[in-house]
């Protein structure tokens, strides 16, 4: 009997305690309660001291014991509620730095006597969180972008260059309030000192009770570049994405609609009886940011997903290249229209009425019928051979988070032969984020197929100097065999120089480049459209890739909307290679 007995305790105690660690109601999480986990410990609490009280004659009263048996028992009794009472401190503690660690660290809302709203933070994490000097943020021209300002008191607030640029890919710092986004919470590790600083510098300054330091980043990023992509772009939804094809480094990137990380930081260097105040201001600021349906918080360059239109013909067209089942001169029907099961595709793009064009002509004109006959003989499983080889459903390796392009976003749509046509000119269920567009013209610009891992940040380094990490170019996906890739950089400079893109001004007369680019124009229905531009350009050693996209813009095209701003970034690149 008293084997079963401890059993059952045992089993109970241990059901009460891993019940109580991963259960908890969402209302508890909210308010901060601990109400199912403290009714789980005295359970627990209750069922281990059944399991040690039970001693070797559990049942028997103290009378009926001899001296000796009876100090035992004593004993035994006083021990079992010492050790039952450390264990559940133990696992008190054990919840409280491990399982539960995350959520005590972050500040949460309350009413206080007076029903006020009021922010309730650890007191000791504030300090450590406001004391700590955290690292820089420079540009590719060595101008600091994000520095610290630190009062009489050691408090350090966050600053920023004043109408920089470049603020806007560095995400917000709110560690008292909503965490970090951006580069700012990618590389919280190494900018709060976490990362990369030496361990014993590191003691010394704890046992010296001094801030600790963090590391610097050195930026990819042209300032100048990216000033007149922002200003190229205007006040206008879309993006604007510049790359050192060859390395994969960002040269400029920029959104629109956007944000200015200042207004959500905190500054403690004010006198501490305005700290309140100065949060629920930035607590209305965040509300109104979350509230815009602009979505100013929304990095569009790496997470905005947008129909590409036929600048997606690039992929359709290397794959076609690739399996063979196409070749440059290759002759296409095109009459003006395409039926494909009663559908009809309509072509309005041909340069004259003839009734032949080729492989090469399809994509300098652009032609929707050309593409979709492509489409359906590439086929489903073609279609997601490359989408895969270009990276589409991957994340993209990058210094900041991406969304996962798409080729279909619903199973099998690519089993019908209408989706495969028009998936072929860029329609369908395809969507692509900037990032990767720029990427898809690098691995074609380049002339071997390679998508090249692209990278933000150049370098880490400590406050004096010294070089912790450095970025070094690498390959991320190869596409295509190089010798498509090189025949679709040839029909990619056709397109910018006979075709529409060089018509109309895509070549960069008087640059000294070789260009190849491509426009897009999607239609999202109400005469509403993404309009988009890829393209590359070369001049001596340099090679530059580059994405542009003006979202659902009325009447939108490529040709009007996306490839001048694109042109006037690649001129200003090219302008400084000699």
């Known amino acids: 009997m008293r084997s079963t007995f401890r059993f059952f305790c045992g089993l109970v105690a241990t059901a009460a305690v891993i019940f109580g660690f991963f259960y908890r109601p969402q209302n ?44 035992r028992h004593s004993v035994q009794r006083v021990s079992s509620v010492l050790m039952v009472g450390f264990i559940l401190i133990s696992l008190q503690l054990l919840r409280q730095q491990v399982v539960i660690a995350n959520e ?3 500040p949460f809302d309350a009413v206080n006597s007076r029903g006020k709203e009021v922010l309730i933070q650890d007191p000791r994490l504030i300090n450590q969180a406001l004391a700590n000097q955290r690292g820089r943020i420079f540009d590719a021209a060595g101008n600091e972008v ?32 909503f965490g970090n986004s951006g580069l700012e919470g990618q590389y919280d590790d190494y900018l709060s000192g976490k990362f990369g600083t030496n361990p014993f510098a590191t003691l010394q300054r704890s ?65 501490d009886t305005l700290w309140n105040d100065q949060i629920q201001q930035i607590q209305q600021r965040w509300k109104a940011f979350n509230d815009d349906k602009s979505q100013p918080l929304f990095m569009r360059p790496t997470q905005g997903l947008y129909v590409p239109g036929s600048i997606f013909k690039t992929v359709t067209l290397a794959g076609m290249l690739d399996t063979g089942k196409t070749k440059p001169d290759t002759a296409w029907k095109d009459e003006g229209s395409f039926v494909v099961d009663a559908y009809k595709i309509n072509d309005p793009n041909r340069p004259n009425k003839n009734t032949s064009f080729t492989t090469r002509q399809g994509y300098m004109f652009s032609l929707n019928a050309v593409f979709a006959q492509m489409g359906l003989q590439l086929g489903a499983e073609g279609f997601r051979t490359y989408a895969d080889k270009f990276g589409f459903g991957k994340e993209l390796p990058f210094d900041l988070k991406t969304s996962r392009s798409q080729l279909e976003s619903t199973k099998d749509y690519l089993a019908s032969r ?20 720029a990427l898809i013209a690098a691995a074609m610009g380049r002339g071997d197929g390679v998508m090249p891992k692209p990278y933000l940040v150049q370098s880490i380094k400590t406050r004096s100097g010294q070089l912790i990490k450095e970025t070094e170019p690498e390959k991320w996906l190869e596409t295509v065999r190089p010798e498509t890739a090189k ?24 640059s000294g480049a070789v260009v190849g680019g491509k426009t897009g124009t999607a239609e999202l229905g109400n005469n509403i459209n993404n309009a988009w531009y890829i393209a590359w350009a070369s001049k001596g050693d340099r090679l530059f890739a580059i994405a542009v996209v003006v979202d659902h813009r009325a009447s939108g095209e490529g040709l009007q909307d996306a490839m001048p701003r694109a042109n006037k970034v690649l001129t200003a690149a090219l302008a400084e290679v000699k």
Not at 39 to 67: E, N
Request: glycine share 10%; charged share 20%.
């Open 207 to 271: 046992l010296l009770n001094q801030p600790t330091q963090g590391n610097d980043l050195y930026l990819t990023v042209d300032p100048k570049l990216q000033q007149l992509a922002q200003d190229t772009l205007g006040p206008i939804p879309g993006s604007i994405v510049l790359l050192d094809a060859k390395s994969g480094a960002v040269l400029a990137m920029v959104g629109y609609p956007r944000f200015d990380p200042s207004e959500l930081v905190f500054d403690p260097t004010v006198d």
């Open 418 to 437: 209408v989706a495969q046509a028009e998936t072929g000119f860029g329609q369908g269920q395809i969507q692509l984020t900037p990032l990767h567009a």
């Open 28 to 71: 508890e999480i909210n308010n901060r309660q601990d109400t199912t986990w403290l009714l789980s410990l005295l359970v627990a609490g209750i069922a281990l001291l059944g399991l040690l009280w039970v001693g070797k004659a559990p049942f028997t009263r103290k009378r009926g014991l001899d001296p000796e048996d009876r100090l």
């Open 104 to 106: 005590i660290e972050k």
């Open 146 to 177: 994000a520095g610290i300002a630190t009062s009489k008191f050691k408090l350090v607030k966050r600053t920023y260059a004043e109408n920089s640029p470049i603020k806007q890919l560095l995400g917000y710092f709110s560690p008292l309030q």
């Open 487 to 510: 025949t679709v950089k040839e029909i990619m400079t056709a397109s910018a120089t006979e075709g529409w893109v060089g018509i109309n001004g895509g070549n960069l007369k008087g």
